[in-house]
């Protein structure tokens, strides 16, 4: 891959603040998502990040429970927020400068998303968490992600998984699953491989935003994916698959 990045944005899923605990946040995990954070920072390269709610509350499972789909959608999303100012807290306290922007208003905690705003606190060198997804119902924190990186004009989309990279079968059912290090749009889409939501991967494409899978739970990847290092698997429109 061989590159560096200027401007990344880094999409968490809530499971990954949870740790091994099964549900809720990891203090310890997160102080080490904050430093790994704070590692990026120091380089110089401006981040924002997504972070999901599945740790508290997912939506689709309530709905599928009976609970009313935008209702669970709405309260996946507050989800969200609480995760985004933990993380917040955890950064501020080794002194890495960052705001949360909410696409729900939430003004006695956060600031309301502005994409200018956003923009300038990336230019000064802060670290932007955006809360609640895109404000809407029906539509996931990786969507989210993919809206947020083209509207601020991200390069690059990390997405940290606990995994490390896209397989063509489920790794932890399949042990000869094949990983890929390249993929292009099109094949993740024709082959419904779930790398992200099919509008996330959609909106990716049309924005040419490549996507870099790779694993969170492995110390010092965040600032590897930043420096260009091989790791993962890089989804782009350039890619070949391989």
């Known amino acids: 891959m061989g590159r560096n990045y200027r401007r990344v944005l880094l999409k968490l899923?809530?499971?990954?603040?949870?740790?091994?605990?099964?549900?809720?946040?990891?203090?310890?995990?997160?102080?080490?998502?904050?430093?790994?954070?704070?590692?990026?920072?120091?380089?110089?390269?401006?981040?924002?990040?997504?972070?999901?709610?599945?740790?508290?509350?997912?939506?689709?499972?309530?709905?599928?429970?009976?609970m009313d789909r935008a209702n669970a959608d709405y309260i996946g999303m507050i989800a969200t927020v609480m995760n985004a100012m933990t993380l917040q807290d955890s950064l501020e306290q080794i002194n890495i400068e960052t705001r949360v922007q909410t696409a729900i208003a939430m003004q006695e905690l956060a600031e309301p998303y502005i994409r200018r705003k956003a923009i300038r606190h990336l230019e000064k060198g802060r670290v932007v968490i955006f809360g609640a997804g895109s404000g809407n119902p029906f539509f996931t924190t990786d969507t989210a992600a993919?809206?947020?990186?083209?509207e601020i004009e991200a390069e690059v989309i990390f997405k940290a998984t606990k995994v490390d990279g896209i397989y063509d079968a489920d790794p932890m059912e399949v042990p000869d699953a094949r990983r890929y290090n390249t993929l292009t749009y099109n094949h993740v889409l024709a082959k419904d491989l779930r790398v992200m939501d099919s509008t996330a991967i959609a909106l990716?494409?049309?924005?040419?935003?490549?996507?870099?899978?790779?694993?969170?739970?492995?110390?010092?990847?965040?600032?590897?994916?930043?420096?260009?290092?091989?790791?993962?698997?890089?989804v782009g429109g350039s890619c070949e698959i391989s």
Do not use: H, W
């Open 146 to 150: 993919a809206l947020r990186a083209a």
């Open 13 to 66: 899923s809530g499971e990954a603040l949870m740790g091994n605990m099964g549900y809720g946040i990891d203090p310890e995990v997160v102080k080490e998502i904050a430093q790994e954070v704070a590692e990026v920072v120091a380089t110089g390269v401006e981040i924002a990040i997504v972070v999901g709610g599945g740790n508290i509350f997912r939506g689709v499972k309530a709905a599928s429970a009976g």
């Open 204 to 234: 990716c494409k049309e924005n040419n935003i490549p996507i870099l899978v790779f694993d969170l739970t492995v110390r010092g990847n965040i600032k590897r994916a930043v420096m260009g290092e091989s790791i993962g698997t890089l």
